[in-house]
């Protein structure tokens, strides 16, 4: 027989069960929360009908009265050629309206790295992909720097690639090169995206057809949610550009004859085609929060499912659009009663508007009924045209324009005619408004719906609602003590140029404020590029002529500066001072550091005053190397680099000069910026400061990249260069006269580069092979040509493609004539 437990160890034991109770409870509820973690939209860019090309434009378009449908463009002779008026003609299109982009040849190829040779083989959509992409991180207040390698998700709907087929001449392969895989692939547009940029996150390219940018936000949610990512960038793509698409919905009579999509009226008879890209940048609202991010809405919820056993494969299921609805209203926590609009599916079809109104009935219709508030829905498919797979991006920025503005634009013109009459509107409670109008105030959320269902049977719902920040207390905002720092850069003088024109604009334009957001905006959320101004002031006025008179001492393109030294004297009394003052204007910059600063030829690190001013310096971005001046009379601090020509520049940073150690380190911070340093402007947020989403985004410099297309349909004539390469420099080495200088040589060399990157206009020699666009396949290319002419016997993979080009030729060319000195000592057989 055992002995009894004493009921001390009892009390104990059962203590301990009950801790451990409670913290797995927690964990539970930890994890509970995380699956249905709210997620926040932070940025969003775009390109649309209507040459629609920012969130403002199409708020403005969306609060007018037009449509954004035109006539096909002159640059799409297929979709022109197979239009006949009379449905039914085979082989034929009876649609000549659409919702059609504006310029998609144009391309800024040499901000990207990309080559002109493959930039005019991209399908358009990469390329407007890449451009509305950049566009959303810099409105998220994301700087890409491509060596950072951030955690971003590349999430992309796209369901056709209709831009290589006029390479397609099954009589002439000889012009399909590598770059007809890579510039096509649905794959490659998501994978693109994520090599260009640097990202480490999952790259997934989704086809479920006018779903599809739906299905990659449900995706992105997930893997945000399941820690896969930081950022998701969520993106939806379409374009029209062969007929054998159009023509086939034609013959199964989909489309309106218009070209317009009628969504709920009684007039429905098909829906109208459209072409655009959209990007939106997600993440955790928690971290958007901390970060100080832009929260432009929330993602409540999601789900998707698939119509399944359904009269046909194209049919919708009302029961299965029911299912994912409630799936989402679920997921996000959201009641039915709670909706104030449902973005529709909407397509102006004769079955599919019905259905989707009977299933939205089914799971809110009561609930609406109940609350007496009327339950608004509409589709901007009726203004842009559907946009197939991109339908969803442009659901979602509008719900998110509609849900920051606090209105709900019209969704029916008073023209348009009576409601469809298959619905039986006098028993629902739903609306279509044909007037602009506040959100319903009686609601107590600001919540709505998006619906978006694939031909293909998969359907997916999203909840989202208006972003309301926690109350509390909030750090004071206006101009900082220190006064403000702006900063701008771009990849040439044009950009750069633009760009400032456009800050001055904001800056004229700005409050007291906002004045200190703006310019921790242009600092911190902008990638840093070679053409650099910087300037500091006390207010917006100061700031505006110092950018002035920056503007016009501009000098050039920067190199990088990697290390700078603090020169200290030994008072330390004085230096504790000013660090005490850094440390209150910038608290980021305390404490950073990764170790001691490391001592130069003139003395020994100081104590901790000058240690603390190195950390400083240090968090802020250079390495540091301090010297100690012991005979300094007064106090100061100084931080010094080198210039041209053997100079040395030197900045106060303490004494010295009658402003505050805060305002001194703003001057020197703008200084090593346009010396080449590559700073965490971050580190100098004021307090108050956040990340604004409407500021300037990059003036791309856009070329036109273009392959016309055949009128006849087929592809380019046999024989025809379509790249639009210029003629080869040699075809052989008996057209050279006599030996080539080295210069000679040199200059062949680069005018074979030329030829293989597409680069008509020049190279810059003192931009890498890798810079100018060039990869595996071109400096294959480059070697498999200049073999043609000289014995190079050099691998492409040992041909040095990170060095300047000017660098490059010169060894390549001092090999080949090694080569041929060896080979003329050579005896002969």
């Not at 989909?254 to 939106?280: I, M, N, T």
């Not at 993440?283 to 046909?312: F, K, Y």
């Not at 079955?351 to 901007?380: F, H, K, M, N, Y």
């Not at 230096?575 to 003395?603: I, M, Q």
């Amino acid at each position: 027989m055992t002995d009894a437990m004493d009921p001390a160890d009892v009390r104990k034991l059962m203590e301990e069960q009950l801790g451990l109770s409670r913290r797995l409870r927690d964990r539970v509820r930890e994890l509970e929360e995380a699956r249905h973690a709210p997620l926040a939209v932070v940025g969003m860019g775009l390109r649309l009908p209507g040459d629609l090309k920012s969130p403002e434009e199409y708020w403005d378009f969306l609060c007018g009265d037009a449509d954004a449908l035109s006539g096909i463009p002159e640059d799409r002779p297929g979709l022109r050629t197979v239009y006949d008026p009379a449905p039914g003609r085979p082989g034929r299109s009876y649609v000549d309206r659409a919702g059609f982009l504006g310029d998609i040849a144009g391309f800024d190829a040499e901000f990207f790295g990309i080559s002109q040779r493959e930039a005019k083989l991209l399908d358009p959509q990469q390329r407007l992909l890449l451009e509305v992409s950049w566009e959303a991180l810099e409105r998220a207040g994301i700087a890409v720097n491509r060596a950072d390698r951030l955690d971003v998700g590349v999430y992309l709907g796209m369901m056709a690639s209709e831009y290589n087929e006029r390479l397609k001449d099954r009589g002439d392969t000889s012009r399909i090169d590598p770059y007809f895989t890579t510039g096509g692939g649905l794959c490659f547009g998501a994978g693109r995206i994520s090599y260009v940029m640097g990202f480490s996150g999952p790259v997934v390219s989704v086809d479920t057809a006018c779903s599809s940018s739906l299905a990659a936000l449900h995706l992105a949610v997930r893997g945000l949610r399941g820690d896969e990512c930081r950022y998701a960038l969520v993106c939806g793509s379409n374009l029209l550009l062969s007929a054998d698409l159009m023509v086939s919905l034609s013959q199964a009579r989909a489309l309106s004859p218009e070209g317009r999509s009628k969504s709920f009226l009684a007039s429905a008879d098909g829906y109208g085609r459209g072409e655009g890209v959209g990007a939106l940048v997600l993440m955790r609202l928690a971290d958007a929060e901390r970060e100080g991010r832009p929260v432009l809405a929330v993602v409540r919820g999601t789900a998707m499912g698939h119509d399944g056993a359904a009269s046909g494969l194209t049919a919708p299921n009302g029961p299965a659009q029911q299912e994912v609805i409630a799936a989402a209203l679920a997921d996000g926590g959201v009641e039915p009663a709670d909706l104030g609009w449902i973005e529709a599916h909407g397509t102006g079809t004769v079955l599919g508007d019905p259905i989707e109104i009977g299933a939205l009935d089914a799971v809110v219709g009561q609930a609406v009924r109940d609350r007496g508030v009327p339950l608004a829905l509409g589709s901007v498919k009726s203004r842009i045209g559907h946009l197939e797979a991109a339908s969803g991006v442009a659901s979602l920025i509008k719900t998110v324009l509609m849900l920051e503005h606090g209105e709900i634009p019209a969704a029916a013109s008073p023209d348009d005619g009576q409601l469809n009459t298959h619905i039986a509107w006098d028993r629902m409670n739903f609306t279509v408004p044909r007037r602009n109008g506040p959100w319903p105030a009686e609601l107590p959320r600001r919540v709505a719906g998006v619906n978006s269902f694939g031909m293909s049977g998969t359907n997916v719902h999203a909840v989202l609602e208006a972003y309301a920040p926690a109350a509390g207390p909030r750090p004071p905002r206006g101009d900082h003590p220190a006064g403000e720092l702006l900063a701008l850069s771009a990849k040439d003088p044009a950009a750069l140029a633009e760009l400032a024109a456009a800050a001055r604009a904001c800056l004229t334009a700005a409050d007291a404020t906002s004045l200190s957001s703006i310019c921790h905006t242009l600092r911190a959320g902008r990638a840093a590029f070679d053409h650099r101004l910087a300037v500091t002031g006390a207010d917006a006025a100061e700031l505006t002529r110092e950018l002035d008179a920056a503007w016009a001492a501009q000098s050039g393109p920067v190199s990088p500066l990697r290390t700078v030294v603090l020169r200290v004297s030994a008072d330390d009394a004085a230096l504790d001072s000013a660090v005490t003052e850094l440390a209150g204007a910038f608290p980021a910059l305390t404490g950073e550091g990764t170790g001691p600063a490391s001592a130069g030829p003139d003395g020994a690190v100081g104590p901790g005053p000058v240690e603390s001013l190195a950390r400083m310096v240090r968090g802020l971005g250079p390495e540091v190397e301090v010297r100690v001046d012991p005979d300094a009379p007064d106090a100061t601090a100084a931080l010094e680099w080198p210039a041209g020509g053997g100079a040395t520049v030197s900045t106060p940073l303490v004494g010295g000069d009658a402003r505050n150690p805060a305002a001194l380190l703003l001057t020197a911070a703008a200084a090593l910026f346009t010396a080449g340093a590559r700073l965490r402007w971050d580190r100098l947020r004021a307090p108050g400061a956040n990340l604004l989403s409407d500021l300037p985004t990059y003036p791309f410099r856009r070329k036109r990249h273009w392959i016309e297309e055949p009128h006849d349909g087929a592809g380019a004539a046999r024989g025809t260069d379509t790249s639009g390469r210029t003629a080869p420099a040699a075809s052989g080495p008996h057209l050279f006269l006599g030996p080539l200088t080295p210069a000679e040589r040199e200059a062949y060399l680069l005018a074979e580069l030329r030829n293989v990157l597409d680069e008509p206009e020049g190279l810059d020699p003192e931009r890498s092979f890798l810079d100018a666009g060039g990869d595996s396949f071109t400096s294959t290319l480059f070697i498999t040509k200049v073999e043609e002419h000289f014995d190079v016997g050099l691998p492409p993979e040992e041909l040095p493609l990170d060095v300047p080009l000017a660098e490059m030729i010169g060894k390549l060319a001092a090999h080949i004539t090694r080569r041929d000195a060896e080979a003329e000592r050579e005896p002969s057989a």
